[in-house]
Nanobody, 120 residues
Framework: QVQVVESGGGLVQPGGSHGLSCVAS????????MGWYRRAPGKERELVAT???????DYEDSVKGRFTISRDNAKNTVYLQMNSLKPEDTAVYYC??????????????WGQGTLVIVSS
């Protein structure tokens, strides 16, 4: 259906900024909302930010004011700009796309994840 591939992981110093990208391919016309999730070491995967097809955004409380999600529908790409990074932001970040297959059926596409390490 749809494949999503993240890029941009790396090592960042505390207080620094970093950006992630996620490109979707395949039946991209099925995509409605897109989002970023993360799994920190020893923790469950959690929602970081989402953006709907109408570009309504939502954020997990701990990243509000620091992270910004955006999308470029022409490029089938969603971005996550992360500012004022903290060591607790260290995690594998996953891209997610919600596919509207029919009026009653939605599916999700997940990327393989990209590792962000915030450390001095």
């Amino acid at each position: 259906q749809v494949q999503v591939v993240e890029s941009g992981g790396g090592l960042v110093q505390p207080g620094g900024s970093h950006g992630l990208s996620c490109v979707a391919s395949g039946r991209t016309y099925l995509i409605d909302a897109m989002g970023w999730y993360r799994r920190a070491p020893g923790k469950e995967r959690e929602l970081v930010a989402t953006i709907t097809g109408g570009e309504i955004t939502d954020y997990e409380d701990s990243v509000k004011g620091r992270f910004t999600i955006s999308r470029d529908n022409a490029k089938n790409t969603v971005y996550l700009q992360m500012n004022s990074l903290k060591p607790e932001d260290t995690a594998v970040y996953y891209c997610n796309a919600v596919l509207v297959v029919s009026t009653t059926t939605t599916l999700e596409a997940w990327g393989q994840g990209t590792l962000v390490i915030v450390s001095s």
